[in-house]
């Protein structure tokens, strides 16, 4: 129940995808208190356009006091660094400043695959998430604590390409379902050699499509860790 003593520490969590632009809001425990809102992400996907969207969603949940967002690339102090699925006038960007003139809230900003993975994993031993949506997301956690911005999805993976460029969704369409799938196996079986995980998540919005049985170590993760994981975003 919300107490006057817990009211002071909801947080607006908020996923900025390819395709589209999520929201909800969560208690200080960091368990859902609003139903998920979601807007299609505006074309062309411009910073403006998208910080709207982003407030329109803020106004639908109703109140909060903070804002946790995890943004499709690079992400350091608040800053966007790159912009592989969005549009480039992202790059450079300082997002957390922007959101908070916008919504008058302090804002935390990091990689969506980060925070879908804060939103995975046990907190024990080397723990690898990978998310598959428009892009191809990663994150890497050693006992809990991450490690920012691993990038796996633009890394060669096979036939001169990179993980993305073999499993993003535009792939996905191109060499349809059971392509894809024969590809994310062998793509799996090359990250637990890079990465020697003891349990690796996958997450977004395609694991849908899997249709092969998975390793004991490899676990599908619901799509509503991109927003549970925010609360991580503030827990210092
Ligand atoms: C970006 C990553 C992001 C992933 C999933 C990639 O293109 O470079 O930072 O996590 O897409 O959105």
């Avoid at 919300?2 to 908020?14: A, P, Q």
């Avoid at 998920?36 to 006091?65: C, M, N, V, Y």
């Avoid at 900003?109 to 024990?124: E, H, K, L, M």
């Avoid at 599908?220 to 210092?236: E, Q, S, T, Y």
Wanted: proline share 5%; glycine share 12%.
């Amino acid at each position: 129940m919300m107490t006057e003593e817990n009211r002071g520490s909801r947080t607006l969590t908020v996923d900025i995808g390819g395709s589209g632009v999520k929201a909800m809001v969560l208690d200080e425990a960091g368990n859902p208190v609003t139903e998920r809102s979601r807007l299609k992400t505006p074309k062309p996907p411009k910073p403006d356009a998208i910080i709207e969207a982003i407030a329109h969603l803020a106004a639908e949940q109703g109140e909060f006091e903070r804002v946790s967002v995890g943004y499709p690339g690079v992400v350091t102090n608040g800053i966007t660094k790159t912009a592989a699925n969005l549009d480039p006038d992202w790059i450079g960007l300082d997002l957390a400043a922007r959101l908070w003139d916008r919504l008058g809230k302090p804002v935390r900003v990091a990689n969506d695959a980060d925070v879908q993975g804060y939103g995975a994993i046990s907190g024990q031993g080397i723990e690898l998430v990978i998310t598959l949506g428009t892009g191809f997301g990663s994150a890497l956690f050693v006992e809990g604590k991450l490690v920012p911005n691993l990038e796996a999805g633009h890394h060669r993976f096979r036939k001169r390409e990179t993980y993305e460029e073999q499993l993003g969704r535009t792939a996905l369409k191109t060499v349809g379902k059971k392509r894809w799938n024969s590809r994310l196996k062998r793509a799996i079986a090359s990250l637990e050699h890079l990465f020697n995980y003891d349990c690796l998540y996958l997450g977004g919005g395609e694991t849908k499509k899997i249709n092969f049985e998975l390793p004991a170590n490899v676990k599908i993760v619901p799509n509503v860790n991109g927003l549970l994981g925010g609360i991580a975003l503030w827990r210092d």
